[in-house]
């Protein structure tokens, strides 16, 4: 494969390669690259804005990671974060740093992958900051969305009652890192010819390598007229969060096992790596799938939308927070789990 | 001084330790830190967004940036992009990566600076991400602002004729960092009495060390009634940033050395090192004063703004890029300068 030093083209050279096609396609988006700020119209709409940052080694490992992949998902997990709010995301900033390890070709499939999520989720690229690093690979973006202001879905609003919903399935993302991980081990020292073996386990791979948000549930719910009380998304895993909505809201929670939806190859593999399937879906992070809380009226209209679970319900506060086991048995949920940081 | 391991806090400990008393002060700020995304409220103006990386070792060397100096820099040169735009800076969102040689008191004097800067300029923290890093610090700080639509101030709107205006003095910025690189080389191996000469040079550490935004003009330019063709902030030096409006522009220029302004201490420091102090202030950066273009007919009024200096003119754009030295001598300008990148 070619490779162009980035050297060649300097820093205003490497923005102006990155951006120049660059369209706008928002309303909202009244200037993007090339001032010394984006200029963004929000009239009578809430501004919702998100941060993530993203570095080599901590977040992610190139050697079984695709650059492509890697902006695709650095930019949809920040996608998920406003559609957590109940909000639309519009425009991204991204800010790189980049080692001299990596080449303009490098840096062409990494933006390559971030505008197919910009077109897949219709945000626009309006700003963002090229600078060279002394080591690694960093990433931040900053995501821009809109919502109606009363329209927007915090932690804090969940009550006594209410439903508690997750979307889709978890510990998927988790097991699929377990399985790059492994199969980076085995590689090691293997020869050349030796290929992984993913086989039966694409799922899982595409949880890690290329998550989607839910922009369908956050569409399907206005659809139903369903507003959440309290709604954040699974980044650090399922436990971790439902606590976070349970502190803000000051309330308790009552979980059932027996209801937390998981996929066929997250069990299998969990099966294969002799690891208790439910504390992987429990703690594994990074599923980007929905949690959220709706009043107990809404059951009959919750449960018509497709890829939306029941998992349980929230309490009183002085009830605690209860994950009740296939047995039977009752433990208090605990965030175990999950942290890059 | 005690070390607090950031272990000891966990992430969400040290996002709860560094966040907890932070209070939002704008009407558009509606919720801040502690949800996936902070709420503004931009009704009836334009919403700016700016973004700048930071990253240990290529934009600060910690053995001579102090933590809460850097942590204000970090801040003020995201307000200067939006007082660029001819904007007011409202709301940040900090990210950073933190590797394990930095403590609790570390981060603690780092944000200690990003607060006074916002206490400074009047701009809430409203979000951030904080993750472990692999080696160094990694800054990344987006900064929104307002304007209203008519007042916004790009850099392509320079005409014939107009003046060209410079606030401040500039190759300050870039003195203070051969000042400080110096007494680094000179400290090297010394014995630990020895300690740094900055006697006489004060104003250029400030520059490097702490830089303001020139928020002062931005008012006095409202206040006269003047609104700027074109406008950026200089942070990669005047003969970059004068390219960028005459491109964006489509216009040429005519500067004159001898107008460019330049601080006592600046010429001193140029004249110890044996270097030309005209090339430091043209090509120098980070002195985040403010370049613009007004109309001729703006001449009475600007010249009465205490702190810009009217430094040449925009041509056509046939005539080209001209540097006119004090020997009546005309070069081309080019931009020759300061990259981190």
Redesign the interface.
């Given at each position: 494969m070619q490779r162009t030093e980035i050297a060649t083209l300097?820093?205003f050279g490497l923005i102006k390669h990155l951006t120049e096609d660059i369209k706008l396609h928002h309303s909202s988006s009244?200037?993007g690259v090339?001032?010394?700020?984006?200029?963004?119209?929000?009239?009578?709409k809430?501004?919702?804005?998100?941060?993530?940052?993203l570095?080599?080694?901590?977040?992610f490992d190139l050697t079984y990671f695709p650059l492509k992949h890697l902006g695709y998902k650095a930019a949809v997990v920040n996608f998920s974060?406003?559609y957590?709010?109940n909000?639309c995301p519009k425009?991204i900033?991204v800010?790189?740093?980049i080692s001299k390890r990596f080449s303009v070709e490098d840096i062409d499939a990494l933006y390559a992958g971030i505008r197919l999520a910009c077109e897949h989720y219709n945000v626009d690229i309006?700003?963002?900051?090229?600078?060279?690093?002394?080591?690694?690979l960093?990433i931040?973006i900053?995501?821009?969305?809109e919502?109606e202001?009363g329209n927007?879905v915090?932690?804090?609003g969940a009550k006594e009652n209410d439903l508690v919903c997750v979307t889709g399935d978890l510990g998927g993302a988790y097991m699929g890192l377990q399985l790059l991980e492994r199969e980076k081990s085995v590689l090691k020292g293997a020869g050349e010819d030796t290929q992984p073996n993913f086989e039966g386990k694409e799922y899982l791979l595409e949880r890690q390598l290329k998550p989607e948000a839910r922009r369908d549930i956050i569409q399907q719910l206005a659809e139903a007229d369903i507003k959440p009380t309290a709604m954040?998304?699974i980044s650090d895993g399922l436990s971790s969060e439902m606590l976070h909505i349970c502190k803000?809201s000051k309330v308790g929670c009552r979980l059932y096992e027996e209801h937390i939806p998981i996929d066929y190859q997250t069990a299998v593999m969990a099966e294969e790596l002799n690891m208790n399937v439910s504390t992987c879906a429990l703690n594994g992070g990074e599923d980007y799938e929905l949690l959220f809380t709706v009043p107990i009226g809404d059951h009959d209209k919750i449960i018509k939308i497709e890829g939306v679970k029941l998992i349980g319900s929230i309490t009183a506060p002085e009830l605690g927070y209860a994950l009740i086991a296939r047995d039977g048995n009752e433990f208090e949920l605990k965030a175990q789990g999950w942290?890059?940081?």
């Open positions: 300097g820093e009244k200037y090339g001032d010394d700020a984006a200029v963004l119209s929000y009239d009578n809430m501004t919702l804005v998100t941060t993530d940052m570095l080599e080694g901590i977040h974060d406003i957590a709010m909000g425009q900033t800010s790189l740093g309006v700003g963002g900051d090229t600078c060279s690093s002394m080591t690694g960093t931040s900053t995501c821009i969305g919502a202001a927007i915090y932690r804090n954040m998304d803000q942290q890059h940081c």
